[in-house]
């Protein structure tokens, strides 16, 4: 009876949905063969651990407070079958989904819906396959970065993979969205490099690469998650790297002179050789001469793929204004550099990469930009300007440069849209520590006023945006009931012209738009 009274009180939804999520459970523990072990991996509010198990994988602390709408059911399937049949009780008792991976998405959309809700959340299935012989692997969606990394370097220290560059990120979100990190200028986006996938499609049925055809294969890789159905494993190609990269963090502050090197990087970065990757991340810090002085610091932060004898060189003949010098550098393994820009110590064990809680987990609120040509000092000046109106720490944008085998890749091939023209793209961030609504509208106003100001210097008509960096600001739908027409503000922008055939992929796919979220493709229909 308490725990009954203490559900009704706990969330007015539940209330409401008593009687379909009954339903729901129900036809769980009917569809499964073994009812007694499906029901440990479901968690209702009665469950002790209901709390701990929403909570572990939230990455953002705004979707992480009492007033936070949570989840009527969640459900951890331990194999394929179990996601089936989450999804086809779903489908029969009316009830609205989230899946959920990693748990990074900006916007808390794995887990957080207006509408009462159930997460299926996919941290069982983290088995890593690494085939060393032909260069692939199988991941299971809700395996991380961090687990793919650390799979690949026990059978060998040649290959790696282009994915992001936080080890807890989740491969399912990610790879449905892009996916990017240091070795994008080389070998493209993680979704270029999948090559099969295992999907549980709105009917339950489970398709490969050939049963779902490539109109389906082609959306899936960038079209945004939670969209066309969910993705329980991916095969991807593994990519050589040399058995030894050189990487170096090199700092300048105002003082340095670097707002002329931040404007000499936008000319050079695009353009530099493709082993080479040098992304810029700005904030505000304390001045490291005065104390109590605080200066804006650009950090060029690079991943060389060869030895600091031959990068020396080509820094020199590229982008000598830096004046990189050999003790700059750092030799090391490319799993070694995983930890490296994880911003682990040289000598923190590998072991770190299976670890899926991040350090510290913060308030923020984040955007997106692609710059095609280089913006005027002015515009560097006006960032400052923005980076000083906050405290130390709070405020940062991150400049990736593009180019190289980025612009070899059509911007139809998948998805995602942004290749040949991009010099780089930014990442505009305000974090936080304090809860409250004053601290959150102080620093959401910050980042968009800071958004506004750039307009005039980055891509426009549409000003294009990354999809995993979600920004509900660029527009959202309706839900349950999207018009193309408000979906294409925010899709067009995602996706160019590229919106058009993802429509068309989810009308025949998925046409009732059971699979849904704020920013999910609409089906024509709907
Ligand atoms: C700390 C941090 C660092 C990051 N670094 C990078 C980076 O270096 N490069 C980069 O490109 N991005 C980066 N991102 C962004 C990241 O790629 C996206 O947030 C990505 O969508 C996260 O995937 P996830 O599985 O962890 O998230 P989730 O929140 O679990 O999922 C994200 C979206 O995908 C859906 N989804 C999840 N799993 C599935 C599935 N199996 N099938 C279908 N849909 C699914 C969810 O419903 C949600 O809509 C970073 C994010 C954070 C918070
Ligand atoms: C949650 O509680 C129900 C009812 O007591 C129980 O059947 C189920 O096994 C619990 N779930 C977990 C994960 O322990
Ligand atoms: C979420 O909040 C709970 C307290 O309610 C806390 O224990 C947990 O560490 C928080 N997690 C994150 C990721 O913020
Ligand atoms: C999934 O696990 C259940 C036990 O929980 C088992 O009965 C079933 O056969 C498994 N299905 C698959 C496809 O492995
Ligand atoms: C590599 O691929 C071939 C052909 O697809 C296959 O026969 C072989 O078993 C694979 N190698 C391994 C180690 O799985
Ligand atoms: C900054 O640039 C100026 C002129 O371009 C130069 O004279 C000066 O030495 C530079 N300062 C530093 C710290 O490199
Ligand atoms: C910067 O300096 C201020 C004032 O001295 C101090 O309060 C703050 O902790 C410093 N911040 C960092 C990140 O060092
Ligand atoms: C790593 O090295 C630092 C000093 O360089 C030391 O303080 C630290 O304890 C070491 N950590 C581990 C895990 O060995
Ligand atoms: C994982 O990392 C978190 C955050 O750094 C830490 O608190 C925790 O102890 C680590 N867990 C393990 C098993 O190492
Ligand atoms: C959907 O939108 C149409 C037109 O905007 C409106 O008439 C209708 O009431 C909406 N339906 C729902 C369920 O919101």
């Known amino acids: ?25 129900e036809c769980l523990r009917l569809q499964s063969e073994d009812s007694a072990s499906i029901s440990k991996l479901i968690y209702t509010p009665i469950n002790s651990s209901y709390l701990s198990v929403l909570q572990f994988s939230i990455q953002n602390r705004r979707f992480n407070t009492t007033t936070t709408p949570k989840p009527l059911v969640i459900v951890t399937p331990l194999n394929v079958s179990h996601v089936q049949a989450a999804v086809s009780c779903s489908q029969k008792h009316g009830m609205h989904i989230r899946v959920r991976s990693g748990g990074h998405d900006y916007e808390g959309l794995s887990y957080v819906s207006v509408l009462p809700f159930v997460i299926i959340d996919l941290i069982n299935l983290q088995s890593v396959t690494v085939d060393a012989t032909n260069n692939t692997a199988w991941v299971e969606a809700g395996a991380t970065n961090g687990k793919l990394y650390y799979s690949i370097a026990q059978k060998s220290r040649t290959l790696g993979f282009p994915a992001g560059v936080c080890p807890t990120v989740g491969l399912g979100g990610h790879i449905s ?21 295992q999907l549980i499609d709105v009917n339950g049925r489970i398709l490969d690469r050939a049963s779902m055809g490539e109109d389906l294969f082609w959306a ?9 159905g969910i993705v329980v494993a991916w095969k991807v190609n593994l990519v050589p790297v040399p058995a030894t990269v050189t990487v170096f963090t090199v700092e300048k502050t105002l003082e340095q002179n670097a707002t002329q090197l931040v404007n000499r990087w936008q000319y050079v970065a695009d353009k530099l050789h493709e082993d080479l990757f040098i992304r810029v991340i700005l904030e505000r810090v304390n001045s490291s001469n005065r104390q109590g002085k605080t200066t804006i610091r650009a950090a060029f932060n690079s991943l060389f793929l060869g030895g600091v004898d031959r990068l020396l060189p080509l820094m020199q003949e590229s982008f000598p204004e ?6 700059d550098c750092t030799e090391m393994s490319w799993i070694e550099s995983t930890l490296y820009f994880a911003g682990f110590s040289r000598n923190t064990s590998l072991e770190i990469l299976l670890n899926r809680t991040q350090p510290s987990v913060r308030f923020f609120k984040a955007k997106s930009d692609y710059v095609k040509e280089p913006m005027p000092e002015v515009a560097l000046e006006g960032i400052w300007e923005s980076l000083f109106q906050l405290e130390v720490g709070s405020g940062q944008l991150i400049f990736s440069p593009y180019g190289g085998r980025m612009s070899e890749i059509s911007e139809s091939s998948i998805p995602f849209p942004h290749r040949a023209g991009n010099l780089y793209k930014i990442q505009h961030l305000a974090y936080w520590d304090e809860e409250g609504i004053e601290e959150s509208n102080r620093h959401i106003s910050w980042i968009r006023r800071l958004y506004s100001f750039l307009a005039p210097y980055v891509s426009k008509n549409p000003r294009l945006a990354y999809i995993n960096y979600r920004d509900l600001d660029i527009g959202i739908n309706n839900q349950g009931n999207t018009s193309y027409k408000q979906a294409s503000i925010w899709g067009s922008k995602y996706f160019k012209s590229n919106f058009d055939r993802l429509v068309h992929v989810k009308t025949q796919v998925d046409p009732s ?13 709907a």
Do not use: C
Not at 2 to 25: G, I, N, Q, R
Not at 177 to 197: F, H, S
Not at 220 to 228: A, E, H, Q, S, Y
Not at 513 to 525: A, D, G, H, K, L
């Open 1 to 25: 009876m308490f725990p009954f009274l203490f559900v009704l009180l706990l969330s007015f939804s539940w209330a409401t949905s008593a009687h379909t999520h009954e339903d729901f459970l």
């Open 220 to 228: 899936i890789r960038g079209g945004g998650g939670n969209t066309f």
């Open 322 to 327: 830096l004046g990189l010098a050999k003790d």
């Open 513 to 525: 738009n059971f699979f849904r979220n704020e920013q999910s493709i609409p089906p024509f229909s």
């Open 177 to 197: 969205g892009g996916g990017y990190g240091l070795l994008l200028r080389k070998y493209g986006l993680a979704a270029d490099n999948v090559i099969d996938a």
